[in-house]
C-alpha cells in the first residue's frame, strides 16, 4: 500500500473518531513516514523541518485572533448585529421574528465570497462577525453545520471560478504548472473550464440550505462568549472609538492587501486601538489571550499539517501515487478523469492545500491527459477540480478550520463532525461529478 493513502486515511480514521485532529496528523505522518521507507530519526527531522515551516501562520492566526477579540471590545460587531435587527423589525415584533434565516445565511455567503476576491483576506473575517452572531443564531435554533457550510463555499468556490484576489493566484499557479508540464493555457479559459465544477459545489450548498439542514437544531443559548467586558448595550458607542474601530479595520485590510503578511497587518490593527484609546492598554494581555485561545486551535492544526505534509513529501510516495494512477489507467477517458480527480482528493485532504496540491499533481497529469486526448479546457477541468477537492472536508485545511473557530466560540461546534464531514460531503461528491463530467463534456 502507498504511505500516503495509509497515513491520510489513519489520520481521517482517527479524526473521525474525535481524536483531536493534531495527535492524528502526528500520528499519521509518523506512520507514513516509517512505512515510506524513512528511518525514525529522518520521520524526526523532516517533520520538526516542516513545523517550524507553520510557526508564520500559528502566529498569523493568534494575533488575528488578539485583533478580532479587541473589535468585539469596543461594541462594533454587536452593534452590526443590532442595527441589523432594527432594519428588518417591525414594532411589536420579537427578535426572533425580527431576523429571519435567510438574512443571516445571505450576509454571510455574501461577505464570505467577498474575502476571496472583493477584499482578499481569506479567513480574517470570520472571528469578527461570527461570534457576536452566534446568539442570534441560537434564537433562531439555526443549524451551525449549515453556517459551515455556507462560510466553506465561499472560501472555496471564488477561487476556484474568478480571476481576482486569491482566485488570480489560484490561476497563475494551475497556468504556470500545466506549462512546466508541458500545456501552455492562456488564463481566460480558466474561468471557462471551471464553471461546471463550481456549479456543483453551489448544488451542493442548494442541498444543505434547503435540505440537509433547514431544520431547526437547539443550542445552549445561556452560553456566552467570553470577548473580555463588551459593553452590554452595544448601541452606545462613542463616535471617536467607532471612527478609530472602523479605521483600524481598514488598515488591516490595506496592509493584508499590500504586504500579503496577517502577521504585520493584524499587529497595525492592534497599534490603531491602543494608541487611539479604543482599547485601553491595560486590557490587552487579557484580550490578546482570550483572541489567541479562540484561534490558538488552528494555528496547532496547521503547524502539525506542515509537519504531515513534509514527511509525505519526504516519502517520495506522492508521486508514486500520482504515477502509479495513471499506470493503470490505459486509454480509457472515463476512468483516467475519475482516478485523477480521486488522487488530488487524497493529497488535499492529506496537506490541507488545493494550491499546494497542484504543482504536486500537474508534472503528471498534463503529460498522461495529453496522451489521452482531453482537450486543452478538459486539462484545466481536471487540475483545477482534483487540487481544489479536498480543500472542503480536509481537517487540515484553513478552510474547515476558520468556520470552526467562529461557530465554536461558545464551545457547541465540532470541527470534525459539524464542519468536516458536512462541507466534505456537500462539496466533494459534486465537485468528484462535476469535476468528471467537465472532463468528458469539455
Keep these: 500500500m502507498n504511505a500516503v493513502i495509509i497515513a491520510v486515511l489513519l489520520m481521517l480514521i482517527l479524526s473521525l473518531f474525535r481524536i483531536n485532529v493534531v495527535f492524528a496528523l502526528i500520528v499519521g505522518g509518523f506512520v507514513g513516514g516509517l512505512l515510506g521507507g524513512l528511518s525514525m530519526d529522518e520521520v524526526v527531522t523532516v517533520f520538526s523541518d516542516g513545523v517550524g515551516a507553520g510557526a508564520n501562520i500559528a502566529l498569523s492566526y493568534a494575533l488575528l485572533g488578539g485583533f478580532a477579540v479587541a473589535i468585539s471590545y469596543t461594541g462594533l460587531p454587536n452593534l452590526l448585529v443590532n442595527q441589523i435587527v432594527k432594519l428588518v423589525s417591525r414594532k411589536g415584533e420579537s427578535r426572533q421574528q425580527a431576523l429571519p434565516k435567510v438574512i443571516i445565511v445571505l450576509a454571510i455567503l455574501l461577505i464570505s465570497c467577498m474575502s476571496q476576491n472583493v477584499v482578499p483576506v481569506h479567513i480574517a473575517f470570520i472571528p469578527l462577525l461570527i461570534p457576536p452572531l452566534l446568539m442570534v443564531m441560537n434564537e433562531l435554533k439555526l443549524d451551525r453545520r449549515l453556517i459551515a457550510s455556507v462560510l466553506t463555499f465561499g472560501l472555496t468556490a471564488p477561487y476556484m471560478l474568478l480571476p481576482y484576489g486569491f482566485g488570480q493566484i489560484f490561476h497563475e499557479v494551475i497556468a504556470t504548472n500545466m506549462e512546466v508540464g508541458g500545456l501552455a493555457v492562456q488564463r481566460e479559459d ?64 490595506v496592509v493584508q492587501s499590500v504586504l500579503g503578511s496577517m502577521v504585520f497587518s493584524a499587529m497595525v490593527g492592534l497599534l490603531i486601538l491602543f494608541v487611539s484609546g479604543t482599547v485601553k492598554l491595560r486590557d490587552q494581555d487579557g484580550l490578546l489571550i482570550d483572541g489567541m485561545k479562540m484561534m490558538a486551535f488552528i494555528g496547532f492544526v496547521m503547524i502539525a499539517a506542515n509537519g504531515f505534509a513534509s514527511i509525505l513529501t519526504a516519502t517520495g510516495d506522492i508521486e508514486n501515487l500520482v504515477s502509479g494512477a495513471s499506470s493503470i489507467i490505459g486509454d480509457n477517458k472515463a476512468i483516467a478523469a475519475l482516478l485523477m480527480l480521486l488522487v488530488g482528493l487524497l493529497v488535499t485532504m492529506g496537506i490541507g492545500s488545493s494550491f499546494a496540491t497542484v504543482p504536486i499533481i500537474t508534472v503528471i497529469f498534463v503529460p498522461l491527459a495529453m496522451e489521452l486526448g482531453f482537450s486543452p479546457l478538459a486539462t484545466i477541468a481536471l487540475i483545477g477540480t482534483a487540487g481544489a477537492l479536498g480543500d472542503a472536508g480536509s481537517p487540515a485545511s484553513d478552510s474547515t478550520l476558520g468556520p470552526t473557530a467562529g461557530l465554536n466560540a461558545d464551545g457547541q461546534h465540532n470541527h470534525i463532525w459539524d464542519t468536516c464531514v458536512p462541507t466534505f460531503i456537500h462539496f466533494n461528491i459534486p465537485l468528484v461529478l462535476f469535476g468528471w463530467a467537465a472532463a468528458l463534456l469539455l
Excluded at 459545489?201 to 439542514?213: D, E, H, T, V
Design 190 to 253: 480558466i474561468p471557462k473550464a471551471m464553471l461546471i465544477p463550481t456549479i456543483g459545489m453551489a448544488a451542493g450548498l442548494l442541498i444543505a440550505i434547503f435540505i440537509s439542514y433547514r431544520k431547526p437544531r437547539t443550542y445552549d443559548a445561556g452560553i456566552g462568549i467570553n470577548v473580555s467586558d463588551a459593553e452590554e448595550n452595544s448601541d452606545q458607542i462613542s463616535t471617536k472609538n467607532l471612527v478609530f474601530t472602523i479605521l483600524a479595520i481598514l488598515a488591516v485590510l
